[in-house]
């Protein structure tokens, strides 16, 4: 591949991707300020790993296994640092940015703040579930069967639903 | 709002929300140009740098011919000290090829087996450290205190306790470290491959 050609590559896949990934970003991360910090350490990976790709899987499996990949080692980062990343046991809420609060619905915030009180193997499935994967994607995402998959998310559903609907009676 | 298609609607109304983003790619571009410089620079700065200890080593043992036990000695210590270095930088580093790494549970299995991997190898390196220092003073001293029983001995004997602490101190140190950064991040990563695992109920 070309300078040229990566270039071309890497601007195609942010023109497709930029919105789902910063989504991606902003449920993992429960809604916080880092959510763009995130999105540019995952193009970033996306730089350097756009030499290797041979298609062996489709790009968007390829792309968000980077996602999910780049996601942990962020997190760990974070926790490095000693700055409070998401954490592995239930967490209070995260609240949006007030930009972020202004601008989103209130539905949007119910739905943030329940995807927030997830285990991370949990809020990347639920990010993955919203963006609209099957679960033979999430399966080669996650690097799981297709049924384990269908079996998570299944209770994933009922879950978030559960939260949604506590939040609207 | 029971439905869940108008929950993914919800989720998929971000969307105006990051309009700003459009304008992001330029940035996003610099971004990576500067990280690129950064990580060339720190290169470059490692690489010069032990290319001028090698140099000035080289240099100091042309100009003023020491002993060949001295050489040997400084040597020894100079491989010792270059080895635990090497092994200290690799060791902090978490896979850098996330682009072609495979999924997740995977990744976080094959990350938590190499940060064990990387430091076990970090305390070999150590014990190597130890050995080469212990070695290459030793040797120094043999060359210095040559033709005196008494002096060797005492000279020894200081050089042992002096090294021992330092072995001791380096060692907590080490593990230290690695309790406190690494130790963590290692959980959590296979705490993550398993929570990945399917369970007994669900097969």
């Not at chain 1, 619905?105 to 990347?124: F, K, N, V």
């Not at chain 2, 380096?170 to 470290?177: E, H, I, K, N």
């Amino acid at each position: 591949m070309t300078a040229a050609e990566k270039e071309h590559r890497f601007a195609e896949i942010y023109r497709d991707n930029r919105m789902r990934l910063i989504r991606f970003c902003r449920g993992f991360l429960g809604g916080d300020g880092d959510a763009d910090d995130l999105f540019q350490e995952i193009m970033l990976q996306v730089w350097r790993g756009l030499d290797g790709f041979e298609h062996r899987s489709q790009a968007s499996t390829w792309l968000y296994r980077i996602a999910v990949n780049s996601a942990l080692l962020y997190r760990h980062r974070l926790r490095r640092r000693g700055t409070p990343g998401p954490a592995d046991e239930e967490l209070p809420a995260q609240s949006p940015s007030p930009l972020a609060r202004a601008e989103w619905s209130e539905q949007l915030d119910a739905l943030l703040r329940a995807i927030a009180t997830l285990p991370p193997p949990d809020r990347l499935l639920a990010a993955l579930l919203l963006e609209g994967f099957t679960y033979k994607e999430m399966a080669e995402i996650l690097g799981i069967s297709t049924n384990h998959a269908g079996v998570r998310v299944s209770r994933l559903r009922q879950k978030l639903e559960k939260a949604i609907r506590g939040k609207e009676t | 709002m029971n439905d869940f298609g108008s929950i993914e609607a919800v989720w998929r109304s971000q969307d105006g929300a990051a309009a700003a983003h459009d304008a992001g790619y330029q940035r996003l571009r610099q971004f990576i140009r500067e990280h690129a410089q950064a990580e060339l620079r720190l290169n470059i700065a490692k690489t010069g740098g032990v290319s001028v200890l090698v140099i000035h080593f080289a240099w100091a043992i042309a100009t003023y011919r020491p002993a060949p036990l001295v050489t040997w000695g400084v040597s020894i210590i100079v491989l010792g000290v270059a080895v635990f270095l090497y092994r200290n930088w690799t060791s902090q580093l978490l896979p850098r090829s996330v682009g072609r790494s495979g999924p997740a549970a995977e990744f976080a299995a094959n990350a938590a087996r190499g940060l064990q991997r990387r430091h076990s190898a970090l305390r070999i390196a150590y014990a190597m450290l130890i050995g080469a220092l212990l070695t290459g003073v030793n040797l120094i001293l043999a060359e210095v205190v040559q033709g005196s029983p008494d002096r060797r001995a005492f000279h020894h004997s200081a050089a042992s306790v002096f090294l021992a602490a330092a072995a001791f101190g380096g060692w907590t140190a080490l593990q230290r470290r690695f309790e406190r950064t690494s130790l963590p991040v290692l959980r959590d990563l296979e705490k993550f491959s398993r929570s990945l695992r399917p369970a007994e109920s669900d097969s």
